[in-house]
């Protein structure tokens, strides 16, 4: 393996290693990497000890609570608590006793116990020796607390590695070109460590291991092509192969040594490389998005405009965005952009016009289900610190075991439409989260897990512009006000122009609601929820009306225009669900009073309604 092709940590620990006492080695600590030596895929904490021998140092050490010391000898164990001052620990119970001239076997203890290894640790390298060593302490993680509550024994081992690791590093001219004993800490996340020993400690480097990357991807299911059990073989250099090495992004290569293992459990059936991951990340094997087809998004528009009265060209703008990712035209869903959200909408426009109703019929529409449809009231996120309820407070903060409510909400629902109401009212830190998730289609929440927006819709809503602007103007030049208002508002006022590039031609704004025959369309469509609800409580068959049209056009009349659709609702509480309501109240106890009977209807002068069972 050439110097460009190890991985730049493992050169930056090589590096800093010469120069240190302790390096923090954190971030993806638990998966496997290429071992230049072997040619075999290893732990990140024994490829760090292979990359130091190859540095110059004779012994490298591993050590965790469990097994104590690995990687040397019982007789190299013992010589180094014989090298270090004081008297070495006791040994256990059932060890054969030290005897370097002697041909039984040599015991030597565990130091399992971290008082003793630490201590062992710190005479170590206090007193350098000829034979250069390193301790990796692995599992750093759950070596300590609280790190603002540490117990006595735990400040008594930061005590220890302090000033272990406080030694100066030799500069005598026989050593300079030598590395001194180093320990080294492998943890998930360095914030696990107290901030006393990492923050401003001058002996300690910190080095990110990060996710691999997609060459290294590539290079592991090269090595393994025949071990995959697929529908068909993976083919370097064919778009399909390409297309799966892009599927795998964010994945450790120890995913897909899973992966692999997978596609011979789902035997005798032979997967798609896509029904595996799906299988893999979500349990599921289908997908919403490969269940589409072009018959269903034929009638996109229809159905949905079922739903969304007089927007028609938002609710074509929606199916240009969704069509757009079903055939892979935008990179939504293929090559290197696959984690990307599979669309991203801004719709704009005064209230009560349709905006949350669109994503509403949009997550029916996909995932089969308006509760698929993920609501945030970006009103309720304007403080500076909010991001937090977002994605979740950083270690050692309140709440920060419960995660973030963004974020989980990805995790049990990566199939969904995401819902941020009123985006213009969150503080500007949360965009800077947006930013995140539209650019990478991920987002990091305060645990450290990273969380994928591949499989979602973004839709933000806004009514900016909507007090300022006339409805009396041509429908064009209002919806062009509407874009140009929110493009001012995100470079102007915001002063987030980025953002705005993210969302780029899918700024959607709506039509103000004017004429008597929206807002009855719109109440006849409101109806029908009405009509399932008195199915399913009542088992009332129907829901009839002596003249339907007269009875909505009442009920519209009492409607303000600029409230649009959401009056529409208000009004239809107040003229005839809480009439009804008192209705079936005068009816009795009896729950079945009301089974396998005809509702009807009979409007009297103004919205007033009496009702009447047959």
Known sequence: MSERQIPLWLQNLTRQAGIRRAIVLHGNTLDVALDAQSGQYIGVPELAGSALRSAGFEQVVQWNRTDGMRGISPE?????????????????????????????PVQAPKAVDPLDFFR????????????????????????????????????????????????????????????????????????????????????LAEIVVPQPTRPQREEFVRRHLDRWFLDAPLVPGQPSFNDFIDSLEGMTLRDIQQLIKLSRQTAPERLKPEALCNLYKFGDRRSPWEELSRDKLGALTELIGRRVIGQEQAVAKVRQVIIRAFTGMSGLQHSRKQRMPKGILFFVGPTGVGKTELAKALAWF????DEACVRFDMSEFNHEHSDQRLVGAPPGYVGYEEGGQLTNAVKRSPFSVLLFDEIEKAHPRILDKFLQILEDGRLTDGKGETVSFAESVIVFTSNI?????????????????????????????????????????????????????????????????LRRGLNEKYGIEALSFADENAALQAIADKVESRNGGRGVLTAIEKYLIDPLAEFLFDQGGDPHFARGKILRVQQRPGPQFLFFLE
């Open 76 to 104: 190299q164990q013992r010589a180094l608590y014989d090298a270090a001052a004081g008297p070495a620990p006791a040994a256990p119970p059932n060890a054969v006793p030290f005897n370097m001239g002697s041909a039984a």
């Open 366 to 369: 996909l995932f089969g289900d």
């Open 120 to 203: 062992l640790v710190q005479q170590r390298m206090s007193r350098p020796t000829h034979q250069r060593t390193v301790f990796i302490i692995e599992w750093s993680q759950y070596l300590f607390g609280n790190a603002n509550g540490l117990s006595e024994a735990e400040r008594q081992w930061l005590l220890l590695l302090t000033t272990a690791t406080a030694v100066p590093v030799e500069t005598d001219a026989g050593n300079l070109g030598r590395p001194s004993d180093l320990l080294v800490f492998v943890c998930t996340r360095s914030a696990a460590l107290p901030p006393s020993y990492i923050n401003g400690n001058p002996a």
């Open 465 to 529: 512009g909507a007090a300022t602007i006339s409805d009396d103007g041509l429908a064009d030049d209002v919806q062009q006000q509407f874009i140009d208002a929110v493009r001012g508002h995100f470079v102007r006022d915001m002063k987030r122009p980025e953002l705005l590039n993210r969302i780029g031609d899918n700024i959607v704004p709506f039509n103000f609601i004017k004429g008597g025959d929206f807002l009855i369309n719109i109440a006849r469509a409101k109806l029908e929820p």
